[in-house]
Nanobody
Framework: QVRLVESGGGSVQAGGSLRLSCAAS????????MGWFRQAPGKEREGVAV???????SYADSVKGRFTISKDNQRNTLYLQMDSLKPEDTAMYYC???????????????????WGQGTQVTVSS
């Protein structure tokens, strides 16, 4: 059974940093498509960052240059380093994973097979 567990969320002031982790069990992260999504109240879930099976990353324009996605295949863990946080980054953040590599539009939540329960990030001005 695949399980994704996020951690690392919290409350920070604008300009601060947080590092999210997503620990996977029953799943091998190597060569797999994994991503981070977020959902603010009253808004649709949006793709924030993805790491392709090749290890290459891609980011939403809103976080480019501030967030960094990475993966440790030895620990089966996905990370999201978030720097220069803004109040508009406030949301529930979710880890997502596919059975295999990325196909189609990585920003679409329907592309992913497994989801974590989410971790809250709150950025105050």
């Amino acid at each position: 059974q695949v399980r994704l567990v996020e951690s690392g969320g919290g409350s920070v002031q604008a300009g601060g940093s947080l590092r999210l982790s997503c620990a996977a069990s029953g799943y091998t992260t190597s060569r797999k498509c994994m991503g981070w999504f977020r959902q603010a109240p009253g808004k649709e879930r949006e793709g924030v960052a993805v790491i392709f099976g090749t290890g290459d990353p891609s980011y939403a324009d809103s976080v480019k240059g501030r967030f960094t996605i990475s993966k440790d295949n030895q620990r089966n863990t996905l990370y999201l380093q978030m720097d220069s946080l803004k109040p508009e980054d406030t949301a529930m953040y979710y880890c997502a994973a596919r059975f295999a590599g990325c196909y189609g539009d990585w920003r679409r939540s329907s592309e992913y097979n497994f989801w974590g329960q989410g971790t809250q990030v709150t950025v105050s001005s």
